[in-house]
């Protein structure tokens, strides 16, 4: 089975990793200066482009949006990534 190489993150999702990384580390270790390159074929590279989103105007009890909200920005994409993952596992079932 295909192991899945990519996912989805809220851009506070990445601001947050982004400030975990040891910036003066990596800063610090210069180019990688390694045995073995690895050799990439970019004439069989795929772009994948992400669906395009569909505005719709939906009713959420309110204890459930100020949830969502809590979590920080980007509670749109959460509620997105939670009914995709409700969907997948209705698709197994």
């Known amino acids: 089975m295909k192991e899945k190489l990519t996912s989805s993150m809220s851009l506070e999702e990445v601001r ?17 200066q390694g045995e073995a390159e690895i050799d990439v074929d970019w004439s069989r590279v795929e772009v994948v482009r992400p669906d395009k989103k569909v505005m719709i105007s939906v009713r959420l009890d309110a204890d ?6 809590s979590q920080g920005p980007g509670y749109q994409s959460r509620l997105n990534a939670i009914l995709r993952s409700y969907m997948k596992s209705q698709e197994k079932a």
């Open 64 to 69: 459930v949006l100020d949830f969502l909200k």
């Open 16 to 32: 947050e990793l982004r400030s975990q990384t040891r910036w003066d580390k990596v800063r610090a270790a210069g180019d990688y």
